[in-house]
């Protein structure tokens, strides 16, 4: 199915007044998430400092960015989905231009959920902007 | 006992707090914070070298809280207790100190399994400086040293048995006092160490009638300040130690040609100490024993069964631990969540718990795991916390299946 944008995403937590509700949905956006190829879960690919395993992979075409991204753990795998809804697609001057702080306070989920280095939200956010700019 | 503990009352995400992490640092009770304020209201002035009034009467107080903290430990000459910033401290000056001085290449070092990365990295850094060997004695399934192993792993070339006192990912206590008689035993002159961080913290703990060399702790652990750690070791073998650092306040006399030092503890504290944090840590061991440790390790213990009856209740979960010597620290997996996804569910219902490898990559590798979650008791722990600790791990099982 297509992805949620932030907007709509904003829209959809907004809809829920507890946590419990949020994070249930959280959860059920990382079970939407494509799942990523066996064979790319490598050494390579982990993105290091979170408490779950997570890999990041990036590949362009015609100028954008398409991030694949898994995790072992279900609110993190929710996490990457609010992460990718923000960078997928974009080209690397759009990437370096995000304000994901701003991104994830427009959803609404910072007052149950800081992202933060503990749970590999900006370990995620630093590998996508540098495999941005590297490409 | 909860009540002298200020920041136990404040809510956690809303919610009541149940604090279940007193193994990564415990709470401070108020007679800390008041001397930690204390000693920057009263009379706050550097130590050791001014002649006026409030210099002596703070180096007093650092002085006075360094004889309790061996009083505290069953160390009579208090000259032996050395003040770093944390037992990861303690463990390096050890390492680079006695360890430059005394060994080298060949020569062997006995660490165990369940070692925390504080007493397995000092000992690599000084294996690339001088070519030591390490040998690692296993553990059982349960989580207890295997003994039998471990002495015959002593041989003609171990120079070092350094081991932990209770495991901070298990809660396992090691039988240091068998430990360190079966090195001495096999050849007088290895030198044992003993990361006592976990252990001091949880029952009563007579450092000298352990039968080790070295002894360290952190203070923010044992309920007083952070920035501050104990060393203990046999004056004549710390007077034989060259100095770790080089500064203020650790010389006798300083000539281009030649520099002397003073004899332990100050050798090892070079530059001006955590002072306060100091005589915070003094104030604690104070707490303690007025708590008295025997009956702080009776009360954990009870909460350890209460927490093993109550935990038994909900499906899914495997123990790591589970040998008899245990002390407040119970650890775990659950087969429908991730701890990483627990923890995060438990967070929100205000319980605060560890979870990942608690610094023991090596031992989670021993078991076959990426981590676990951690629930550690202190002495305001109390049942209700075990409580709140099953419903969030109830909702997060209804939550994650």
Known sequence: MKSRNLSELADAFALFDNWEDKYAYLIDLGERLPSMDESQKTEENIVRGCTSRVWLIAAQKDGKFHFSADSDAKIVRGLIYILLSAYQGRSAAEIAAVDIRKSFEQIGLHQHLSPNRRNGFFAMVDRIKRLAAAA | ?401
């Open chain 2, 1 to 401: 006992m909860k009540a002298d503990f200020p920041a136990l009352r404040q809510k956690m995400n809303g919610r009541s707090l149940a604090y279940l992490d007193t193994a990564a640092s415990a709470q401070k009770p108020q007679a800390v914070i008041d001397a930690v304020t204390r000693a920057y209201t009263d009379h706050y002035a550097n130590i050791h070298r001014g002649l006026y009034e409030f210099s002596q009467k703070t180096t007093a107080d650092f002085e006075a809280a360094r004889k309790r903290i061996a009083r505290f430990m069953g160390v009579s000459n208090e000259n032996e207790i050395v003040f770093t910033r944390n037992a990861t401290e303690s463990i390096n000056l050890v390492a680079q100190s006695w360890g430059r001085t005394n060994l080298k290449a060949g020569d062997e070092i006995l660490l165990t399994e369940m070692e925390h990365h504080a007493n397995i990295v000092p000992w690599q850094l000084l294996r690339d400086q001088t070519g030591v060997v390490l040998k690692i004695a296993p553990i059982f399934d349960d989580g207890a040293l295997d003994l039998e192993s471990y002495k015959n792993l002593l041989g003609p070339r171990t120079r070092l048995v350094a081991v932990t006192h209770v495991s901070n990912a298990l809660g396992i206590i090691n039988p240091v006092k068998k430990i360190a008689a079966a090195a001495k035993n096999f050849n007088s002159g290895i030198k044992v160490l003993v990361d006592g961080s976990q252990a001091v913290v949880h029952m009563p703990v007579n450092v000298p009638e352990t039968g080790c060399d070295f002894y360290a702790f952190t203070g923010h652990k044992l309920y007083g300040p952070t920035g501050v750690g104990v060393l203990w070791g046999r004056a004549e073998l710390l007077n034989a130690m060259p100095p770790y650092q080089g500064g203020g306040d650790m010389i006798e006399r300083v000539m281009f040609e030649k520099t002397t030092y003073k004899d332990a503890p100050a050798r090892f504290e070079a530059g001006t100490p955590a002072i306060a944090e100091a005589i915070g840590l003094g104030a604690a061991v104070d707490y303690l024993d007025k708590a008295g440790m025997k009956s702080v390790a009776a009360r954990e213990n009870a909460l350890l069964d209460y927490a093993m009856k109550e935990l038994d209740k909900i499906d899914g979960l495997r123990f790591y631990g589970t040998a008899k010597a245990k002390a407040g620290i119970v650890s775990f997996t659950a087969g429908w969540g991730h701890p990483s996804d627990i923890g995060m569910i438990l967070d929100q219902c205000g319980v605060a718990v560890r979870t990942g490898h608690h610094c023991c990559m090596p031992l989670m590798q021993r078991f076959g795991i990426d981590g676990t979650i951690r629930a550690s008791f202190g002495l305001y722990t109390e049942e209700s916390d075990i409580d709140a600790l099953a419903e969030g791990l109830k909702k997060a099982k209804s939550m994650l299946s």
